[in-house]
């Protein structure tokens, strides 16, 4: 057994600490040489992946494009997402608030970069004086913050939050469920027509499109069935906004309909098609700069294109148990408990060691098992592997910064950056 290299000693301000101090502590030192559980994103691969999406949104499709921000939540990554090698947006999706404040206090409002923001949940009323005061920073560089909204009683409380505070001018996103069953409401529900009228009647706020989000295409295996999904939400959304357009005369800009998830934004990379809308076409996605071992699985990317990776150190070795098996020091907080049809929660990219996966899990704990059909090393005790979880959103969740490398630069094995993500909400 080796002893790895010891990373620096735990000082009581390690998940607290400053990116320049990260900075200094961290570049240059190999990968091998980081505590773990540690979370890697390969800028390289990062970036080709967004100009990947804006070569196939921006010019194959000639649509807008929105850029979730969710998945990383840094500055950095959010400057890669909007401005990339093959063109650029300045339309972004947050999940929190505390990723709206990211994005100013970055600088990406006051330098232009980023000029529309939607708070991409259904408002919630206990929310209105956080999202008015971002409102309020936004409208100062010439920006705009969009809510969403999917019942009439968000519509009343906006409303009496306008006379109480005086706050007015929003504008919204009418949430459509193109198959989801998570938000929003089906192009045939009889509650859609109702809460249109109600907002084309506010003072409050104005609809400024339709949004769909399939997120049920996570199940795809195939380009065909990921583009059958996007054209669902197509044709969702548009039937939405169709309703909107026979109850009111047309508005002075068309109408937005935003679709996508990260598979059917790929398939509409891939494969544009010919489409009769009732509006203007914006199309959102946020995994796709990270992926992992579920946008592996829909057969629309390949292992060379995942720039989201976990490092965990084996830390017992059973080679008494059925077939063999180890455990390493990253459990469901650093990998998730989600799922997907490749099985397990992670499967080991390391050389050599690729016939490993987390096939196990507990809270601090990843129990690893033989991918079935793959040979290769014995587990070393002291040994440090590279994983890809199954959904990088919630795998990124519980680090306190990223360590990022290049894979353009030198062997891709050394840390360049060091990235330290919003949290809360």
Known sequence: MTLPAQAPVFDGLYAYSSKE?????YAGKPLTALRTPAFVVDRAVFALNCGVMHKGVLQGWGASFRAHVKTH?????SRMMLQSSEGKTDAVVVSTVAEA????????LADGTVKDILYGLPVGLTKLDDLSAVKVELEKHGAVLRLMVDTEAQVKGLEEYMHLKGVKGWTAFVKVDSGNK????????????????????SPALSIYGFYCHAGHAYASTSLDAASSTLKDEIDAANAACSIALSLAPEPAAPYVISVGSTPTAHAAALKPQHLALKGKLEIHAGNYPCLDLQQLATHLIGEQRIAATVLTTVVSSYPDRDGGEGMCDAGALAMSKDR??????????????????LGRISQEHGVLT?????????????????????????????????????????DGKTVVDVWVPWRAW
């Open 340 to 357: 997907g049809p490749i099985p397990g929660f992670g499967d080991v990219v390391t050389p050599g060691w690729e016939n490993w996966r």
């Open 21 to 25: 101090r990260l900075v200094q502590a």
């Open 73 to 77: 939540k840094t500055v950095e990554g």
């Open 101 to 108: 404040w990211g994005l100013i206090n970055g600088g990406l």
């Open 182 to 201: 998570r938000a929003g409401l089906t192009p045939n529900a009889p509650s859609l027509p109702a809460l249109i009228k109600s907002i084309l009647a």
């Open 370 to 410: 033989r991918a079935e059909g793959k040979q290769g090393k014995e587990l070393e005790v002291g040994s440090v592997l590279q994983a890809v979880g199954q959904h990088s959103c919630l795998t990124s969740a519980c680090f306190p910064w990223y360590y990022v490398v290049d894979s353009s630069e030198g």
